[in-house]
Nanobody
Framework: QVQLVESGGGLVQAGGSLRLSCVAS????????MGWYRQDPGKQRGLVAS???????NYADSEQGRFTISWDNSKNTVYLQMDNLHPEDTAVYFC?????????WGQGTQVTVSS
């Protein structure tokens, strides 16, 4: 089992920045990848960024160059640095971890970007 706790969401003006944090606990030695997803009302969750234990990262096209995912093993924490935020970045952001089938999720954190 893996437990994930997100923090760092909030209200920010367009052009501003936020850093989301996701602290993992439990069977963390078995995690091979972590990711951040977003969910808009009435829509399915979509990948924002992911990072593998070896350091390889992936980003959704719309976030490329504005968002940065990183993994601090010493703190069991994955970060999502979000810069130059747009109103369309408003969503609930979820942390995800992969042990077998990317089956573990955090509770989500709301990000709201005002224009």
């Amino acid at each position: 089992q893996v437990q994930l706790v997100e923090s760092g969401g909030g209200l920010v003006q367009a052009g501003g920045s936020l850093r989301l944090s996701c602290v993992a606990s439990g069977n963390i030695a078995s995690i091979y990848a972590m990711g951040w997803y977003r969910q808009d009302p009435g829509k399915q969750r979509g990948l924002v960024a992911s990072i593998f234990s070896g350091g390889h990262t992936n980003y959704a096209d719309s976030e490329q160059g504005r968002f940065t995912i990183s993994w601090d093993n010493s703190k069991n924490t994955v970060y999502l640095q979000m810069d130059n935020l747009h109103p369309e970045d408003t969503a609930v952001y979820f942390c995800n971890s992969c042990v077998w089938d990317c089956e573990y999720w955090g509770q989500g954190t709301q990000v709201t970007v005002s224009s």
